[in-house]
């Protein structure tokens, strides 16, 4: 039994940020990762102040907000703009960066700070008992560890093999993405939907945008059917009444969205984290900023325990559980709202016009979209900043 190593299983941005952190602090920490290479493809865009933050107590904020695009202004919700220039953080914008370039960075870190990475190795198997886990990988090698990290994304083979459910329904069956050029883009992201059409558009910075859509008539093609980059266009001009002058598609994807979380966040010596522990609709762009909250809330305590400290380890299920059921609550509100059709869009449209001329509206719906509205319960006779986020 290797006493005081972590395994982690999964090399996205959850398990690259937790890997990173834990050997950042000492601990013996092997990566397991299925795929040979990371990935091309770029699926989050979207990362939030409270993550940005994050990444700037561990110095990679920097590199990250380099390699994207921030934006400073939304549209959403037809007409309405809001305004993300006044959020109480050092980082008062979306920044939008393909999802590559922020696993680049978290993995060069996980490699700097001495995390042994093993790629095309998958796990198949999993046992723990008091003293430890026992871990066997597709390459036939066996690890042991005192913890286990099933940051393995929404298919996890972590939490079926620690017998976790992952109760919850489908809320949209076909959801279109390409990565496209814009002849005449909007100004800034543009969020806008039109009966059960959505769109949301975003710019790259790099010359492409990234181009969201569904429309909620239209849910019967095979999920995994290449996309037609006219289907898009058709959403697009009914929800825009122009497609931008949209071409030359770099990636397009079909997906569907799930509202979906594990019950325990904990079971033994083995934690879940990120998409393996929840999945919610992409309104607001939250899964990688979510997922990567969980890792920055649980590497510290792992890396606590491990050195013999004070046994936190049970508060990650408790704090990070309802967090991940507020953001599913949330996205999915947000959604809904999104698909709104006749009065009651404008009704909806009217409302949020008004709330956001409210200062204190306005800004708790920026730090609902950025993550700052994050704060745990602090143990009763704690000083009373305790629980709250150190920015
Ligand atoms: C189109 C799209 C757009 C999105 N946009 C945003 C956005 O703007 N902002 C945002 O915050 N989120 C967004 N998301 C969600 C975001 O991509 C995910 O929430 C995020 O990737 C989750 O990270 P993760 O590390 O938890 O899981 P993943 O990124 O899924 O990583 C899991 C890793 O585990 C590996 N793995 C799986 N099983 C095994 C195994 N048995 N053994 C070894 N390795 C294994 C996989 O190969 C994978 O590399 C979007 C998602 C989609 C589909």
């Given amino acids: 039994m290797t006493t005081g190593a972590v395994i982690v299983v999964g090399a996205g941005p959850t398990g690259l940020l937790l890997a990173g952190d834990l050997a950042a602090q000492g601990i013996p920490t092997t990566l397991v990762e ?6 091309a493809l770029s699926r989050a865009f979207a990362v939030h102040a409270r993550t940005l933050e994050q990444l700037e107590m561990r110095g990679l904020a920097a590199d990250v907000v380099a390699r994207g695009q921030p934006v400073r202004q939304a549209q ?3 007409a309405v703009r809001v ?4 959020m109480p953080s050092r980082f008062p914008f979306v920044l939008i960066v393909p999802q590559y370039e922020t696993e680049a960075v978290l ?3 996980a490699r700097q700070v001495g995390v042994r990475i093993v790629r095309a190795a998958e796990l198949t198997e999993l046992s723990q008992d008091g003293a430890g886990v026992t871990a066997r990988l597709s390459t036939d090698e066996t690890l042991e560890a005192s913890f286990l990290v099933g940051a393995d994304g929404h298919a996890s083979t972590v939490r079926r093999l620690v017998g976790q459910r992952f109760p919850g329904r489908t809320v949209i069956k076909s959801v279109l993405l390409a990565d496209v050029r814009l002849t005449d ?8 939907a ?10 790259f910075g790099d010359g492409y945008h990234r181009v969201i859509a569904w429309d909620t008539d239209q849910q019967w093609q095979d999920e995994f059917a290449p996309v037609d980059l006219g289907e898009v266009r058709v959403i697009m001009r009914a929800v825009f009444g122009t497609d931008f002058g949209m071409r030359d598609p770099r990636w397009s994807s079909r997906f569907h969205s799930d509202e979906r979380q594990v019950p325990q966040y904990r079971v033994g010596r083995v934690f879940l984290a990120g998409d393996a522990a929840h999945e919610h609709s992409p309104a607001g762009g939250q899964g990688m900023n979510l997922g990567m909250q969980d890792s920055a809330n649980l590497s510290w305590k792992l890396a606590q325990q491990l050195v013999g400290g004070r046994d936190l380890l049970d508060t990650y299920h408790t704090e990070r559980r309802p967090v991940g059921s507020a953001v599913i609550r949330g996205t999915g509100r947000l959604l809904r709202l999104a698909q709104l059709t006749g009065p009651a869009r404008l009704a909806r449209d009217a409302t949020a016009f008004a709330a956001l001329r409210i200062p204190a509206l306005a800004h708790a719906g920026q730090r609902a979209l950025a993550g700052l509205w994050v704060r745990y319960p602090a143990p009763p006779g704690e000083h009373h900043l305790v629980g709250t986020r150190a920015p």
């Fill in 194 to 203: 039109v009966g059960g059409r959505f769109t949301f558009i975003a710019p």
């Fill in 107 to 109: 993995e060069e870190r």
């Fill in 83 to 86: 305004d993300l220039s006044t």
């Fill in 185 to 192: 883009p909007p100004d800034g992201a543009a969020v806008r």
């Fill in 76 to 78: 959403v919700l037809g």
């Fill in 34 to 39: 299925r795929h040979a290479r990371g990935s």
